[in-house]
């Protein structure tokens, strides 16, 4: 055996002896092919809906941080009737508003299940008036609606006795070291909850949340990702597990610069709150939150817009009128959303942009009335034609500064038609002769001149 040979097996021999968690997490170009449907999804919506659905208390951080004792917030389960709960009109709602996916929360920091879980016995089954398993309604819906299903779940599980930490500011039950047992005994508990919901829905993606508890070696992220894969090889896992997920979570504000992770979603509340809160009406406009829409696309990433049913299983009116007017918007729209890719650099246009898969159409987000000629500098491609997105109203441009000794090319000026304007946000596509190419230089001085006019 040639010695660099002797070596290789040398390093592979070592590399498994480490602990599992020491080992790399998955290079992002071996994800490019499972994460293609999330890529063109762009918007999805997210469910928060357990015991604090009442509407009086934060979910699960309400008794975590002293606000209310544990047995008074997991008291609160006594309201959660499901009374109203028509889980097609959640589906027919979601697929209104355009979303590709959905994610709910099957089980929050709290512990409340919403399936009938059998390695747990806190659930809506066993432990409210609903008695019955809410999940599993859902999941077959969204199924049946061609939408990808995506599961929330905790981590933590604040009030599991083998959890150790119950209260922010009180000491853990026990020191996970020491009593290395009975943390495994809490491990296998999430995997055997985990085992449940993978092997009854083989959801699309896993969206967990609470890694920051603990470490990847304690939480053993390698061997859960592995646990779901061997139900569902292309299943997506959100970045909340320790840096072994697929993509990264910004919560509750898009990015100001485009992320290092090619996969994002920015999850986003309706009003300031995940759950049902009855005294919370700070309510987003539907401009809003489509101009976040828009912020995400434009930076390649997507949207993961919250809702919080009642405890009874009705949604509260603002945020169907809210999924509602995003839908309006989206499915006019759908070109320049859809499977679009993210647009040019800051600088070239004074408004977000994405770019089609082929590179030739460039989308142009505009959520104001231009008062002039819609500038774009810098594209070295032509421009063949340009018209309004969802009427195909046409659009003239002119060309200023096109100059023949410069690297620099000229400046479009497009004028947008009042009468194609979207009460929200119009969106132009340019279509162009060739792939984007751009001029990102600084400009450029005179060399020589042979053009009379300049
Ligand atoms: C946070 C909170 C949680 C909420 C989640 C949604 O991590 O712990 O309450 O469900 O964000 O993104």
């Known amino acids: 055996m040639k010695l660099t040979k002797r070596l290789l097996w040398a390093a592979a021999a070592a590399a498994c002896a480490l602990p599992a968690a020491a080992q790399s997490p998955e290079p992002d170009s071996l994800k490019t092919e499972r994460m293609e449907w999330f890529s063109d999804a762009k918007l999805g919506i997210f469910i928060h809906w357990g015991i604090y659905s009442k509407g009086e208390t934060s979910e699960s951080w309400a008794f975590h941080n002293g606000h209310i004792s544990l047995p008074d917030y997991m008291a609160q389960s006594d309201y959660f009737t499901a009374d109203k709960y028509n889980p097609q009109e959640w589906v027919d709602l979601i697929k209104e508003s355009g979303a590709k996916y959905t994610v709910i929360t099957t089980k929050h920091h709290d512990g409340f299940a919403l399936w009938d879980t059998k390695a747990g016995k806190v659930s809506a089954v066993k432990s409210s008036p ?9 999941a077959e819906a969204v199924k049946d609606a061609g939408l ?35 943390w495994q ?16 829905w083989n959801p699309d993606l896993y969206w967990f949340d609470g890694d920051w508890e603990h470490s990847a070696e304690e939480w053993n992220a390698p061997g859960v990702i592995k646990l779901l894969r061997s139900y569902n090889p292309d299943v997506i896992v959100n970045s909340r597990i320790q840096g072994y997920g697929d993509y990264a979570t910004p919560e509750l504000g898009v990015p100001v610069k485009r992320p290092s992770s090619p996969w994002w979603e920015t999850c986003m509340t309706i009003n300031d709150s995940w759950g049902f809160r009855t005294n919370d009406d700070n309510y987003k406009t539907p401009n809003t939150v489509l101009h976040m829409l828009v912020d995400c696309i434009g930076m390649g990433g997507n949207l993961l817009l919250d809702i919080g049913p009642r405890a009874d299983g009705s949604i509260p ?25 993210a647009g040019l650099p800051k600088g070239h246009i004074q408004a977000n942009t994405s770019i089609s898969k082929d590179g030739k159409t460039i989308y142009v987000y505009m959520p104001y009335r231009p008062t002039g000629g819609v500038e774009l500098k810098g594209l070295k491609s032509r421009v063949k034609s340009a018209r309004i997105v969802g009427n195909d109203t046409p659009v003239d441009w002119k060309i200023y500064n096109d100059i023949s000794w ?13 009468e194609a304007l979207d009460p929200e946000i119009t969106v132009m596509a340019l279509e162009l002769d060739s792939p984007v190419t751009l001029y990102e230089g600084e400009g450029q001085v005179i060399s020589f001149n042979d053009n009379e006019l300049n």
């Open 130 to 138: 609903a008695k019955r398993d809410v999940l599993a309604p859902f």
């Open 148 to 182: 990808k299903l995506g599961f929330y779940y905790s981590l933590i599980d604040w009030p599991d006795p083998d959890y150790p930490e119950t209260y922010r500011d009180k000491a853990p039950k026990y020191d996970i070291k020491k009593e290395p047992k009975r």
């Open 185 to 200: 005994k809490f491990l296998d508990f999430n995997n055997a909850q985990l085992t449940e919901l993978s092997s009854t």
């Open 317 to 341: 009116e603002e945020e169907v009128a809210m999924l509602k007017a995003v839908g309006r918007w989206v499915n006019k729209h759908a070109e320049a959303v859809y499977g679009t890719r």
């Open 406 to 418: 410069s690297a620099s090319p000229g400046v479009y000026y497009f004028s947008i038609p009042e």
